[in-house]
């Protein structure tokens, strides 16, 4: 078992505003409490998660040349995430608002402009996909799919489906929300990938392996009330990725990996709920 693998991440990351109050009928205008700001999207999130797992994380993304590019690349270095960033000159980068309404722990995401993906031609380390026990690709780009292929374990976002399926490759696993329209296109892909997780939430969630066998897995406990489901699937998918780059078995990695969602659930924003490592996961 590998004590501190090395986990790349590819994506985007956005510059969030968290706030609590009710969405305005068209025409309307609403009055937000709370706001907290942070970096957010599929990539930053994750990334954060696995970096708080213990493991070696090198972040890969794009970022705007601007106050909001450079303080996503300093707020995720502080929280221990090597950012390896191009950076788009003349770009702005994007920013979303994410609203929690009252009585529910549901967010609601408006984002203001397209996220920036890494490309294959930016001058980054991308050797370092070779070396990586793992990675997890929620990024557009099909080029830096096919490099993220080498890693010892691949984990694809289903959202991705389209870009796994130009990119030729095969995924071990590809991550899909049970409740989610979009991620339909996971079931159809030429080449399936070994294991496809469906999660669903409070409920747990299932998994199909390469016999075609679905199996079922439990949730984690909540460690306190709901309160923001910003980031879980995000941070569910970096607890399994983490766990598949320390050598347990998908069993235990969905172990791991519920843990990480239940966790984020019950912190405001994508990161302050985050579960950080402090005992070996239940079996």
Same mark, same amino acid.
């Given at each position: 078992?590998?004590?501190?693998?090395?986990?790349?991440?590819?994506?985007?990351?956005?510059?969030?505003?968290?706030?609590?109050?009710?969405?305005?009928?068209?025409?309307?205008?609403?009055?937000?409490?709370?706001?907290?700001?942070?970096?957010?999207?599929?990539?930053?999130?994750?990334?954060?998660?696995?970096?708080?797992?213990?493991?070696?994380?090198?972040?890969?993304?794009?970022?705007?040349?601007?106050?909001?590019?450079?303080?996503?690349?300093?707020?995720?270095?502080? !929280?221990?995430?090597?950012?390896?960033?191009?950076?788009?000159?003349?770009?702005?980068?994007?920013?979303? !608002?994410?609203?929690?309404?009252? $009585?529910?722990?549901?967010?609601?995401?408006?984002?203001?402009?397209?996220?920036?993906?890494?490309?294959?031609?930016?001058?980054?380390?991308?050797?370092?996909?070779?070396?990586?026990?793992?990675?997890?690709?929620?990024?557009?780009?099909?080029?830096?799919?096919? !490099?993220?292929?080498? /890693?010892?374990?691949?984990?694809?976002?289903?959202?991705?489906?389209?870009?796994?399926?130009?990119? /030729?490759?095969?995924?071990?696993?590809?991550?899909?929300?049970?409740?989610?329209?979009?991620?339909?296109?996971?079931?159809?892909?030429?080449?399936?990938? @070994?294991?496809?997780?469906?999660?669903?939430?409070?409920?747990?969630?299932?998994?199909?392996?390469? @016999?075609?066998?679905?199996?079922?897995?439990?949730?984690?406990?909540?460690? $306190?009330?709901?309160?923001?489901?910003?980031?879980?699937?995000?941070?569910?998918?970096?607890?399994?990725?983490?766990?598949?780059?320390?050598?347990?078995?998908?069993?235990?990695?969905?172990?791991?990996?519920?843990?990480?969602?239940?966790?984020?659930?019950?912190?405001?924003?994508? !990161?302050?709920?985050?579960?950080?490592?402090?005992?070996?996961?239940?079996?």
């Amino acid at each position: 078992m590998n004590a501190r693998p090395r986990v790349c991440v590819v994506g985007h990351v956005e510059w969030v505003t968290h706030a609590l109050g009710p969405l305005p009928y068209v025409g309307g205008i609403a009055m937000l409490t709370g706001p907290i700001d942070e970096p957010g999207g599929g990539g930053g999130i994750a990334a954060v998660q696995v970096a708080k797992l213990g493991a070696e994380c090198h972040f890969f993304t794009a970022v705007g040349d601007d106050d909001t590019g450079r303080k996503c690349v300093e707020r995720l270095t502080e !929280l221990g995430v090597t950012v390896h960033a191009s950076v788009r000159a003349g770009a702005r980068h994007s920013h979303a !608002l994410s609203v929690v309404q009252p $009585g529910t722990s549901e967010r609601t995401i408006l984002v203001d402009d397209a996220p920036l993906d890494a490309a294959a031609d930016d001058p980054l380390d991308w050797p370092l996909l070779s070396g990586a026990d793992a990675c997890y690709v929620t990024g557009t780009n099909v080029e830096v799919l096919r !490099l993220a292929r080498n /890693a010892r374990h691949l984990v694809v976002a289903a959202r991705r489906a389209s870009v796994l399926e130009a990119a /030729a490759v095969r995924a071990d696993v590809v991550v899909a929300s049970g409740g989610d329209l979009d991620d339909r296109h996971a079931h159809a892909l030429s080449l399936a990938p @070994d294991v496809l997780v469906e999660t669903a939430g409070g409920e747990g969630g299932r998994y199909r392996t390469s @016999d075609g066998i679905w199996k079922h897995y439990l949730p984690a406990p909540l460690p $306190g009330a709901a309160v923001d489901a910003c980031g879980c699937g995000d941070s569910f998918t970096a607890g399994l990725t983490t766990g598949l780059a320390r050598g347990f078995t998908m069993e235990l990695a969905l172990d791991l990996a519920a843990i990480c969602g239940a966790a984020c659930l019950a912190g405001r924003g994508g !990161l302050s709920g985050q579960y950080v490592v402090t005992q070996t996961p239940r079996n």
